[in-house]
């Protein structure tokens, strides 16, 4: 019963710190616009920011993996905690000098969050091995929703006391929710027992071996090129949204509700891959984000409001169902004993996909309008197509993958 009793508290601590980490990520069209609206910078000056914030959450992820050996979670964590209220007191002391921004939000916060999202989801999960990818997903379900929630108190703060108390604010309640929360994490203590007796090693892989595993690849490009989508989606959300005609208030709630399905579909995805494997989810991760293009496009030519909402929900859907795929893809394909590791590698694709941002606000910014974008979008889709259909084809067990080799 201690034992049961235990894992969920962890959970539900996971949930937490996640969900306060999340807003930093996915409300940045709601950060961005008094920046924007102050300094005069550009979108494509601000994607810029989101680029590297993705490449500092990737680089922290690695980096958390490698520590996680020696130090204890909560110290990551700690740490991590810690870079993200020095980035947000920065960032709140802007004088007009860009790169101050790049390196108080994209590097401090965008480090500090990659450190305690893999030290957090490594932990969390290894009190969960029958359930892997239904704890992360609940966890990310957290991460990505917290713009639901906080995404309109952010918003509100902003128009009444100003983006620099509001910077202030959310750094320090972020900071003390992540050090109230992270009290009640702790690795299982069985779980290096179990893999180690219990687990044949021929199940699993290091990071090396991984790496030179065709099934990896396929999946790892599949990731970085639906999650590009969504990547572009989310850095500009709001903008897109008054695009179609919404206005002020239906915008930022729009942003709400790429977060809410966004969230969902970690859970959701999380149930449906220990239920049906990784193939079937990966299907209906990309047959989500082609639906989710195609209404984003009619959406804008034809300035239908509903439509553009829904085509934000299939987006949130198939960019949200992606780390949890992750997760379970590299657990029950490569093995759990170098799990923290290999999950953070496999995480890297959020980097590549995060340029969408940059991309495309630059190409919005020279033509004016969406339509190039639109474009760059669809192609990500349908290359996405091909390689899940190429998956498919691929042993994606460990066993069937050492025969091939």
């Known amino acids: 019963m201690f034992k049961n009793t235990s894992r969920w508290m962890h959970l539900i601590a996971g949930v937490i710190i996640l969900f306060f980490s999340g807003i930093i990520i996915y409300a940045w069209s709601i950060w961005k616009t008094p920046l924007l609206l102050e300094f005069q910078w550009t979108n494509a000056e601000l994607g810029i920011n989101y680029t590297i914030m993705m490449g500092c959450f990737c680089l922290g992820g690695i980096i958390s993996g490698n520590i996680m050996k020696k130090l204890f979670p909560k110290t990551v964590i700690y740490i991590g905690a810690c870079l993200i209220l020095f980035g947000f007191i920065s960032a709140s002391l802007l004088a007009g000098q860009i790169i101050m921004l790049y ?233 759990p004993l170098h799990f923290a590791m290999n999950f953070s590698i496999a995480s890297t694709f959020l980097f590549p996909s995060s340029l969408s941002a940059s991309i495309g606000s630059a190409l919005q910014s020279s033509t004016g309008n969406y339509t190039s974008v639109f474009v760059m979008l669809v192609c990500f889709s349908v290359l996405a197509f091909i390689l899940g259909i190429l998956m498919i084809r691929t042993p994606n067990n460990y066993r069937k993958l050492e025969a091939e080799t």
């Open 103 to 335: 390196i108080a939000y994209g590097m401090c916060c965008g480090f500090g969050i990659g450190m305690i999202y893999n030290a957090v989801i490594s932990t969390v999960t290894s009190w969960f091995p029958d359930k892997r990818a239904t704890a992360s997903g609940a966890m990310m379900m957290g991460f990505g929703a917290s713009s639901l929630v906080l995404g309109a108190l952010v918003n509100n703060v902003i128009d009444t006391q100003g983006w620099r108390f509001c910077f202030r604010m959310f750094g320090i309640i972020i900071f003390v929710m992540l050090f109230l929360a992270t009290q009640f994490i702790r690795h299982n203590p069985d779980s290096l027992k179990v893999t180690h007796s219990q687990i044949d090693a021929t199940l699993n892989l290091d990071s090396k071996q991984m790496l030179g595993h065709r099934s990896f690849w396929l999946f790892y490009i599949f990731s970085a090129l639906i999650s590009s989508i969504g990547s572009y989606v989310i850095s500009s959300a709001k903008d897109i949204a008054i695009s179609v005609g919404m206005m002020e208030w239906l915008a930022v709630m729009s942003v709400g509700i790429l977060s809410l399905f966004n969230g969902l579909a970690r859970i959701i995805f999380g149930l449906l891959y220990d239920a049906i494997g990784s193939k079937k989810s990966i299907l209906i991760t990309n047959s989500l984000a082609i639906i989710g293009v195609c209404l984003l496009i009619t959406a804008e030519f034809t300035s239908s409001i509903p439509i553009g909402l829904i085509s934000f929900a299939a987006i949130g859907l198939s960019y949200g169902a992606l780390p949890t795929l992750s997760s379970g893809y590299v657990s029950s394909t490569y093995g």
